[in-house]
T-cell receptor
């Protein structure tokens, strides 16, 4: 069963913020939200994760709604190199496997 | 930076051949994983290992076996390759049990004819 729902594709202009949504309405109290991305012909790359507070690192920001049923990954100033498939994953801390869905294909254009 | 390397980027094999895919990580990670990625199906876990000589089946272990004789190396073995094993194979590692971040290699694209 899919635990997350993401739009199949999104477009963003270079230099603008890319906001990628994810629905996870059945998330459990001990499950975290993780984001990975996969650039063409490369392996997936970890971006960020969070439980219920908003998180920020050098790559992105993660905004989780108060009810934790959805989240948004924000790339504040998208570049052409951010063109990739972005995966939203939920799982408890300490889980051993990542279950990737089909993700959102983000195209950043000049 | 963590580096996960895979022995080949592209591989072509014939049906029935025994195939070895090698993965090496250089950061003393305890956990290592093998996934396959197919269009429309996302990544699926084949096997993982949380210690030397230890292995656990993932979601799709049939037709595969693994070997972890040294901490840094995790091998995926296709005992008798079949055409439905044509796929992208991705190796990953993580520091320890409970670590959220998995580091992936570049992948091996395997074609079985």
């Amino acid at each position: 069963d899919a635990k997350t729902t993401q739009p199949p594709s999104m477009d963003c202009a270079e230099g603008r913020a890319a906001n990628l949504p994810c629905n996870h309405s059945t998330i459990s109290g001990n499950e975290y939200v993780y984001w990975y991305r996969q650039i063409h012909s490369q392996g997936p790359q970890y971006i960020i994760h969070g439980l219920k507070n908003n998180e920020t690192n050098e790559m992105a920001s993660l905004i989780i709604t108060e009810d934790r049923k959805s989240s948004t990954l924000i790339l504040p100033h998208a570049t052409l190199r951010d063109t990739a498939v972005y995966y939203c994953i939920v799982g408890p801390r300490g889980f051993q496997k990542l279950v990737f869905g089909t993700g959102t294909r983000l195209l950043v254009s000049p | 930076d963590v580096k996960v390397t895979q022995s080949s980027r592209y591989l072509v094999k014939r049906t029935g051949e025994k195939v070895f895919l090698e993965c090496v990580q250089d950061m003393d990670h305890e956990n290592m994983f093998w996934y396959r990625q197919d269009p429309g199906l996302g990544l699926r876990l084949i096997y993982f290992s949380y210690d030397v000589k230890m292995k656990e089946k993932g979601d799709i272990p049939e037709g595969y076996s693994v070997s972890r004789e040294k901490k840094e190396r995790f091998s995926l073995i296709l005992e008798s390759a079949s055409t439905n094993q044509t796929s992208m194979y991705l190796c990953a590692s993580s520091l320890r049990s409970g670590a959220e971040t998995q580091y992936f290699g570049p992948g091996t694209r395997l074609l079985v004819l």
